[in-house]
């Protein structure tokens, strides 16, 4: 007979009831404790139950303490591209502000896909979150699972008012309009268009910003060349541009991480930045700092967003739509 490796028995999982035995309380004060009220606890017995629960690692039942809250304490969000340096800014930012209020935040990401965020709405609603964070890739999308679950939303990330909904963005029009206005400004006179390309329908704020600041300017507008939202997608573009008889002396890209590509491409194919042909660009990433040249930005107060976004989710701010000003951060790819 084959002697068996002897396993030690598994550690008993502490109870409310372990810790309020060893800091000689009842089992509703360590729940006043741990939840937070709805009485109040003596400094001294509230340490006392702290300190049991740090030497029994005891863990409070999530579900349990759900169900009593009537809250998941919970919020969900998802995003179109957790890669994206923007999203996980933005995501990061609203963690923060969510968390200073006692939520947790699952994040989702639907890679740009109407059925893959259709699904995390789904799934979102029936986990019972207590609210829902989206940056959708429509201009409308599908939100009736978690109105039918009265489950609050709030549009992250969108430029438009939602009736019905709260929604938080960025002015990307004048955004748009501060990048041609400033690339103008360096006596730029052929200003092209770099547009990121969304899933759904509608016309991009920063395309109709552009035009606009094009035609304040007295100028013809330049190419508009339109590509996916990634890194290689702009290295593409700057590659092709580089090989054109007819490229423009300027751009305005519509995000840090087209600009980013295209960077790469001018560089290996000999076209300087900004001597050459000059960027602009849309969001504010720590890519945009960190890339050679720097690259002028358009920054989004991401942490006002995602706070206002919080407060709207929560009920502690208003709930219609809100609009934030980006602003134009100058480096060197314009040739300030």
């Known amino acids: 007979m084959v002697a068996m490796p002897h396993t030690p ?27 937070g009220g709805p009485k109040k606890v003596a400094p001294a017995t509230e340490a006392r139950v702290r300190d049991a629960i740090a030497v029994l690692g005891y863990r409070p039942n999530a579900a349990a303490r759900a ?6 304490e919970m919020l969900g969000m998802i995003v179109p591209d957790s890669t994206n340096p923007f999203f996980v800014m933005l995501a ?13 935040l699952l994040i989702a990401n639907s890679d740009a896909s109407v059925a893959a965020e259709r699904r995390h709405v789904e799934s979102f609603a029936s986990r019972r979150v207590d609210g829902v964070f989206l940056s959708s890739v429509l201009f409308e999308p599908d939100l009736r699972d978690l109105e039918s679950a009265d489950i609050p939303v709030v549009l992250l990330n969108h430029s438009a008012e939602s009736p019905g909904f709260a929604s938080v963005g960025v002015d990307l029009r004048e955004g748009a309009r501060a990048a ?12 092209g268009l770099v547009m990121g390309t969304a899933t759904g329908g509608g016309l991009d704020g920063r395309e109709v910003g552009w035009l606009e600041g094009i035609r304040a300017a007295g100028l013809v507008p330049g190419p508009v060349i339109r590509a996916p939202f990634h890194r290689a997608d702009g290295y593409r573009v700057g590659l092709e541009l580089a090989a054109s008889a007819n ?25 300087r930045v900004p001597r050459d042909i000059a960027i ?22 991401i942490a006002q967003m995602a706070r206002a976004a919080v407060e709207a ?8 739509h809100r609009i934030f000003p980006p602003t134009l951060v100058r480096r060197a790819s314009c040739g300030c």
């Open 280 to 301: 602009v660009s849309f969001d504010g990433s720590p890519e945009a700092e960190y890339s050679w040249p720097g690259l002028t930005t358009l920054a989004q107060p």
């Open 247 to 271: 490229r423009p002396t300027a751009l305005f890209a519509s995000s840090d991480i087209l600009a980013v590509g295209l960077l790469r491409g001018f560089h290996e194919s000999g076209v």
């Open 180 to 191: 041609v206005e400033h690339l103008a400004g360096h006596g730029h006179r052929d200003i």
């Open 313 to 320: 989710l929560v009920g502690e701010g208003p709930t219609a």
């Open 9 to 35: 028995a598994a550690k008993p999982t502490a109870t409310r009831k372990d810790v309020a035995r060893l800091a000689g309380v009842s089992t509703a004060v360590v729940s006043y404790v741990v939840n």
């Open 92 to 104: 990061h930012a609203v963690e923060v502000a969510a968390a200073e209020r006692g939520y947790a």
């Open 67 to 72: 169900l009593k809250l009537g809250s998941s």
